[in-house]
């Protein structure tokens, strides 16, 4: 008979064991490639962000403009990329909601602003359309001082460049899924 020492040695044994034999199974998915092919960052900087179609001096514009910008920035880390091989083109619905109002003046202390979004990734040797998926976001804000218009302005402000930059994280996260593993 084996002692509860010798039992946990063995465990521990066959842990270690087996963390050694997958240890070289882990590729980070950003790392460069050493096979010669592109790695997942030149990839997505072969993605092209048109500008999103909405008329210029709408609420939606500005939210387009952020969403773009934020996505942009997380595949290229700076303004431009490589060549583009793909575009990316997305289409949202913002929403509004009042969550509490308050009794006595009927004015909305607390706010929901939401984005619907849908993208379709289409390579652009072929024209075909190889990856849609939808997301969606949202994000609270309170109203400081029901009075206050201006306060409530930027509130709303902020929240929709909240919900832009979650938007962006998903549709970047999706993307980064895509092509590292061509699903």
């Known amino acids: 008979m084996l002692s509860a ?3 946990i040695a063995a465990r521990l044994m066959v842990v270690a064991t087996l963390a050694a034999l997958t240890a070289g199974c882990f590729q980070p998915m950003y790392a460069e490639r050493g096979d010669g092919k592109p790695g997942l960052r030149e990839k997505l900087q072969g993605v092209e962000v048109p500008p999103l179609e909405y008329p210029n001096a ?3 514009a500005r939210v387009g403009v952020n969403i773009r910008n934020a996505l942009m920035f997380k595949m290229y880390g700076s303004a431009t ?3 583009p091989t ?3 083109k997305i289409r949202f619905n913002p929403s509004r909601t009042s969550l509490i109002v308050d009794p006595n003046t009927a004015l909305p ?4 602003y939401g984005i619907d979004a849908t993208y379709g990734l289409i390579e652009i040797a072929t024209g075909k359309q190889v990856l ?3 997301t969606f976001s949202r994000v609270t804000y309170d109203i400081p001082g029901q009075l206050q218009r201006f306060a409530r302005a930027r509130a709303y402000r902020d929240a929709e460049d909240r919900a832009a930059g979650e938007i962006a994280d998903n549709i970047n996260t999706r993307l980064a899924s895509f092509f590292y593993a061509g699903t």
């Open 5 to 7: 020492k010798s039992r």
């Open 58 to 60: 709408s609420p939606q």
């Open 81 to 83: 990329g490589l060549p």
């Open 86 to 88: 793909y575009q990316l």
């Open 109 to 112: 202390t607390s706010e929901n």
């Open 132 to 134: 849609t998926g939808s």
